[in-house]
Structures are given as structure tokens and as C-alpha cells.
């Protein structure tokens, strides 16, 4: 696309432009409504081509969960129960750590609440493991912005 003179690149990006919004169109039944270039100029095509093939990505991606991601990634998580203290500590940490490569970040955690359901009081607060505040657990995804990004723990 590079080498194409200005008036072929517009052209170009307006098929893609119409490729996908065909793809969104039999993905949705039809249902898929988005603004245009076309109907609002100050939209530059290179955005509208860019947030389209964002959308088909997106719809077209295989569907996973929150806690399959860090299992495909080579994060195993052991059952808490066989765990002591301290490996908990740490398994906790390389599970947070293993997130943040997947661009999820712990939003709040309610490891104390758990502690408790579980008749073991407070929770460890040296290591970091039980969090203050007693939020519902959840981690967020930095790229959606609404609250439907949360998943528990």
C-alpha cells in the first residue's frame, strides 16, 4: 500500500472499508450500525479502516476465558489447598505476574473474604496476599472500558 499514489490508496482503503463492514454485516445478521467516512468527513478513512478490522478481530476471535488465557500462556495454578503459606504468597505473585503479560491487571482482590469463608481469619497481610478494602476480586482488562471487565478470581 506504500507504493500506491494517493488516489489509489483512498480507493483501496474504501473497498477494504466495504469488505468489512459486508463481513460485519453477515457476522451480525445485519444488525452491525457504525457511523462512515461517508457520512461524516471529518472521520479519516484510516481510522474507520482501523476500528473495523479491530471489530471483525474481535468478533472473529476465538472465545476464551479470563482464567484459560494464563493456562494457554504456561501459567498452571496449582489447587490453593496444597499449598503452605508462603507458596500460595508466590503462586499468587507468578499468576499476577503472568496477567500483566496478558495486559490484565488485578483490579481489587477480596482475598481476606476468602480467608475468612475459609474459617482462617484475616488472611496474610505480610505478604500482600489478603488485600484491605474486602472488594469483590476481579481483574481488569486495560483495553475495555466498561464494567463488564472484571472477572473473579
Given amino acids: 500500500m506504500d507504493d500506491m499514489n494517493p488516489e489509489e490508496k483512498v480507493a483501496w482503503m474504501r473497498q477494504r472499508i466495504r469488505q468489512l463492514r459486508n463481513q460485519l454485516d453477515e457476522i451480525s445478521g445485519g444488525e452491525a450500525v457504525f457511523g462512515s467516512s461517508e457520512e461524516n468527513p471529518d472521520l479519516p478513512l484510516e481510522v474507520e479502516l482501523q476500528f473495523l478490522e479491530q471489530v471483525v478481530g474481535f468478533e472473529t476471535a476465538a472465545e476464551t ?15 490453593p489447598d496444597s499449598l503452605d503459606d508462603e507458596a500460595v504468597s508466590f503462586e499468587v ?18 482475598h481476606a473474604a476468602g480467608a475468612r469463608r475459609k474459617g482462617q481469619g484475616q488472611g496474610n497481610r505480610e505478604t500482600g496476599v489478603a488485600a484491605p478494602g474486602g472488594g469483590a476480586g476481579g481483574v481488569r482488562d486495560p ?11
Fill in 65 to 79: 476465558t479470563w482464567r484459560e488465557k494464563p493456562r494457554r500462556a504456561g501459567c498452571e495454578m496449582p489447587p
Fill in 93 to 110: 505473585w507468578q499468576v499476577i505476574q503472568r496477567l500483566s503479560e496478558l495486559r490484565a491487571y488485578p483490579d481489587s482482590t477480596n
Fill in 143 to 153: 483495553a475495555v472500558s466498561t464494567g463488564a471487565d472484571s472477572f473473579p478470581l
